[in-house]
Each structure stands twice: as structure tokens, then as C-alpha cells.
């Protein structure tokens, strides 16, 4: 048996989505859907009942899940002692995070990574970290590098990788938002326009402050993803907040300024991997898991 179809089958079987796992899988959705085909035809059983709209996993297909997943298994396991005198850890693992996360906490993960595991393969995406427990959840990618939400989802399982504080930061060019807050000891903050994320757990802490300073939020755009609300800020359109560490990688934070005054009142969040549950004995994920562990035990 194929063992490409039987990779095809289980990230189908993950997503119940054709889009999705041919997305996983580096393929066209119709050449997903004819493997497939080929595999049922092979053992003889349809494993997947699918019309225009839903993909769902027969009985034989729930059953045939176990199989895929240890026959994979058993030939990971026949390739290493038959190439390597040593056990070694094979698979692929698809990553989501922020431009900011890439090489912020993301490169030195992978550094160990191909130091300790050259076998194991990465398919990086990134994005706005809005999104990035979402793609997990829905199956689009294996990993991602998140914030810790305020609740975190059951299915997910979360190891921390480092912290970042929310700054509110303001332009440094004179503007009238500069204008307007060197003009008085007493920022009126319902008076200033800002640059606030679409989504996501720094939009919540946005407004939560905005609540509790009884502000009136005026805002001038919305934006997915921080490392442009910097530059959107650096132009002098308005004040936002964003991770320090977004700040702080940014080739743009000479032009701006951090606004003190509101800086020690907002609270930060809790950076770390993201996985489904069920997926983190993985042999590959775990590796990554386990450095990324490592790495925050060094640091601490």
C-alpha cells in the first residue's frame, strides 16, 4: 500500500475538508480527492461519505485511522534502524506564527531542532497571531506560536515559551496626535485616534482598558497583524497597542514612542506552542515540544 495515500488519507481525515488537507498535504484539492479514490479502491471500502458540502469518515474509515497511523509508524521505524544505527525522528510539521514570532522565539527552536532532529521536516506559515489557535483547531497547521487566550480552548495544549507586556505607542514625528499629547499633562485619550488589531487577544485587552478609563475609543483602522500597526503609527495616524516584542524587532521603533503614561496600567500575555491534544504524542511535534520546554527552563 501507497504509504502517500495513506498520509493523504489521515490529513483528510484530520480536516474532513479537501481544501484543507490538500493545503497540509502540497497538493491540488482534485488530486487529493483522486488518491483518495485510488485508496478506497485499493482496500475495497468507501472511507469517507462526501457530498458538495461535508466531508465525513465512514465506520470503516474511523477504524482504518488506527491502521494508517501505526503502518506510518512502523516504517518510520524500519527507515531509522536500517539508515541510522541510531533512533531517529522523522515527519513533517507545519508551523503558524507571526512574522515577529519567526524569529523571535521560532528561530531558536529550530536551531535545536536540526541540531537534535534533522529528519524532521517544517512547513513554516505565518500570519496575524490573531488567528493562530483557530488554525490549529481547524486543522491548517500542526502547530502555532500563540498568546494564551483568557480561555483556553479544551482540544488545545499549551506550553509556555516567554511573556511579552502591551505598550501603547504614539509617533515621534510631529503630527497632530504628538501635538495633542505633548500639549497636556493630562492625555485625553477619547480625543485620539487609534490603530487597533482586528481580532484577537490585544484588541480585548484594548478595550478592557478603554472600559476601565471610561475612554471613548475613536478609531482610525483596523489592522491584521502588529508589525503594521507599528508603521501605521510611525506615519503619524494615530496610537496603538502592541507586544513589546513586536516593538522591540521592529525597524520602525526609532520612529516611534512609548506612551509611559499608560504603559504599567495594561497587562501582558503569555506566549507559548500550540497543539491539538490528541496530536501531541506525536512523535515529531513532541520533539519540537520538548525543546521549546527546554529552551523556557534555560531561561527561567
Known amino acids: 500500500m501507497d504509504h502517500k495515500h495513506l498520509n493523504y488519507f489521515l490529513a483528510l481525515a484530520k480536516t474532513l475538508h479537501f481544501a484543507r488537507a490538500?493545503?497540509?498535504?502540497?497538493?491540488?484539492?482534485?488530486?487529493l480527492?483522486?488518491?483518495?479514490?485510488?485508496?478506497?479502491?485499493?482496500?475495497?471500502?468507501?472511507?469517507?461519505?462526501?457530498?458538495?458540502?461535508?466531508?465525513?469518515?465512514?465506520r470503516e474509515g474511523e477504524s482504518f485511522i488506527e491502521y494508517a497511523n501505526a503502518t506510518l509508524a512502523n516504517w518510520h521505524r524500519f527507515k531509522a534502524n536500517v539508515q541510522e544505527p541510531q533512533q531517529h525522528v522523522y515527519g513533517n510539521v507545519s508551523i503558524y506564527c507571526s512574522v515577529t514570532a519567526s524569529y523571535s522565539f521560532l528561530h531558536q527552536i529550530l536551531e535545536q531542532l536540526r541540531m537534535q532532529h534533522p529528519y524532521i521536516e517544517?512547513?513554516?506559515?505565518?500570519?496575524?497571531?490573531?488567528?493562530?489557535?483557530?488554525?490549529?483547531?481547524?486543522?491548517?497547521?500542526?502547530?502555532?506560536?500563540?498568546?494564551?487566550?483568557?480561555?483556553?480552548?479544551?482540544?488545545?495544549?499549551?506550553?509556555?515559551?516567554g511573556y511579552s507586556p502591551l505598550v501603547l505607542i504614539a509617533p515621534k514625528i510631529v503630527c497632530p496626535i504628538s501635538e495633542k499629547l505633548s500639549a497636556s499633562e493630562q492625555i485625553d485619550w477619547s480625543d485620539l485616534e487609534f490603530i487597533v488589531a482586528e481580532q484577537g487577544l490585544s484588541r480585548q485587552r484594548l478595550e478592557q482598558w478603554w472600559r476601565k478609563k471610561n475612554i471613548h475609543g475613536r478609531i482610525y483602522a483596523q489592522v491584521a497583524g502588529h508589525e503594521a500597526m507599528v508603521s501605521m503609527v510611525s506615519l503619524g495616524l494615530g496610537i496603538a497597542m502592541v507586544p513589546k516584542i513586536v516593538l522591540d524587532n521592529s525597524p520602525l521603533k526609532d520612529k516611534v514612542q512609548i506612551v509611559s503614561?499608560?504603559?504599567?496600567?495594561?497587562?501582558?500575555?503569555?506566549?507559548?506552542?500550540?497543539?491539538?491534544?490528541k496530536e501531541r504524542h506525536d512523535p515529531a511535534l513532541n520533539a519540537i515540544w520538548s525543546i521549546a520546554q527546554s529552551l523556557t527552563q534555560q531561561a527561567i
Do not use: W, Y
Not at 480527492?33 to 465512514?58: A, C, H, P, W
Not at 489557535?133 to 502555532?144: K, P, Q, S, Y
Open 22 to 31: 490538500s493545503e497540509l498535504c502540497h497538493i491540488s484539492a482534485p488530486t
Open 261 to 277: 503614561d499608560a504603559e504599567q496600567t495594561i497587562a501582558g500575555f503569555e506566549i507559548g506552542l500550540a497543539v491539538l491534544n
Open 33 to 58: 480527492s483522486r488518491n483518495i479514490k485510488q485508496l478506497e479502491e485499493e482496500v475495497g471500502v468507501v472511507l469517507f461519505n462526501r457530498d458538495n458540502r461535508t466531508v465525513k469518515l465512514t
Open 122 to 161: 517544517i512547513t513554516l506559515n505565518t500570519g496575524d497571531p490573531a488567528l493562530a489557535i483557530n488554525r490549529v483547531l481547524d486543522g491548517h497547521e500542526d502547530m502555532a506560536i500563540a498568546a494564551k487566550p483568557m480561555k483556553l480552548p479544551g482540544q488545545i495544549a499549551f506550553t509556555s515559551v
